[in-house]
């Protein structure tokens, strides 16, 4: 008889996820080295953090937020999708 796998389930956000993603979210950004130091948390674990489709939608949702609390008046003809996408969209614009 086969075993059967077992599914694992991933745990939800926690309030270091939630850290992280508001440390993630500054622009100019901090690098993960630094990020993970002020979490208490290895680099690594950043980076698989980041993995998570979960993790990356509230990271998105925080970026699109800090975008609009700086200019709410201001519609942008950009599609900001990823946070590389807002990044670039600050440094052509002058603000980094």
Not at 1 to 4: R, V
Not at 53 to 56: L, M, Y
């Given at each position: 008889?086969?075993?059967?796998k077992r599914r694992?389930?991933?745990?939800?956000?926690?309030?270091?996820?939630?850290?992280?993603?508001?440390l993630l979210s500054?622009?100019?950004?901090?690098?993960?080295?630094?990020?993970?130091?002020i979490l208490g948390i290895s680099r690594m674990?950043?980076?698989r953090w980041r993995q998570r489709?979960?993790?990356?939608k509230e990271l998105?949702?925080?970026?699109?937020?800090k975008v609009r609390a700086r200019h709410p008046r201001r519609k942008t003809r950009w599609e900001l999708d990823t946070p590389?996408?807002?990044?670039?969209?600050?440094?052509v614009s002058g603000w980094l």
């Open positions: 008889m086969a075993k059967k694992s389930r991933r745990l939800p956000l926690n309030e270091r996820h939630y850290a992280a993603i508001e500054d622009v100019p950004s901090r690098n993960h080295e630094d990020i993970a130091y674990t950043l980076y489709e979960d993790f990356d998105h949702k925080a970026i699109m937020r590389a996408q807002v990044e670039r969209f600050f440094v």
